[in-house]
């Protein structure tokens, strides 16, 4: 699979490079994080929506709507699922790492997406994108062995628990936690998830 870099033409679809945001902070604290053998992800992180670039955010980059500050760490080759919010995702890479991502607009009426579409973008570490609402995404791959650390900014209550029981029809067959929609590969094994990914659970080699 070719990989692309997030500053070429062909990531304008998907979304932007964020330029003029102070980082600093949001990297020193994210050392302090784990990073395990398996991808964790922690949707809602204190300390680090405690730092001066949490304001710069929320004002700047979601126009001044309630977010949360996460993290997504960990060791990843594969694709193993799709998801996308009503909103856009603004990641942070603390390493090098790899987005792999599609259209939600590519979408079957069966809700099913054939993974040939994916593209794969290389993302270089102190880098923010801002990544569409439309635009499909899942964990990030590890672009080093040592594995991969990304910030993740979201509107407050995103990918936590639902608070009521999701229809087994349409697309809210997809609805897996608060705007959350998440299409997953028969290979991930993603428990309640519905595996609507078709074609080759793609996986990035060394």
């Not at 079957?108 to 801002?130: I, K, L, M, R």
């Amino acid at each position: 699979m070719i990989v692309q870099k997030v500053t070429d033409k062909s990531f304008g679809k998907y979304g932007r490079v964020l330029d003029g945001y102070a980082l600093s902070g949001l990297l020193e604290a994210m050392k302090h994080t784990p990073l395990p053998d398996e991808v964790i992800y922690v949707p809602s992180v204190e300390e680090l929506e405690a730092l001066p670039e949490a304001a710069e955010f929320k004002d700047r980059a979601f126009g001044g709507l309630p977010i949360q500050i996460g993290y997504c760490n960990g060791k990843n080759r594969k694709l193993n699922a799709l998801e996308y919010h009503r909103s856009s995702e603004v990641n942070v890479a603390v390493t090098d790492m790899i987005l792999l991502t599609g259209m939600e607009q590519d979408i079957g009426e069966d809700f099913t997406y054939d993974t040939s579409q994916v593209e794969a973008f290389f993302v270089p570490a102190g880098t923010a994108v801002e990544m569409y609402a439309t635009t499909l995404h899942y964990a990030p791959c590890m672009a080093e062995d040592t594995g991969f650390r990304a910030v993740v900014i979201l509107p407050a209550g995103t990918n936590k628990e639902l608070g009521f029981t999701a229809g087994e029809q349409g697309e809210e067959k997809l609805i897996t936690a608060k705007n959350k929609w998440l299409i997953a590969h028969e290979e991930a094994g993603i428990e309640g998830a519905f595996c609507g990914l078709r074609g080759e659970n793609i996986e990035l080699k060394k």
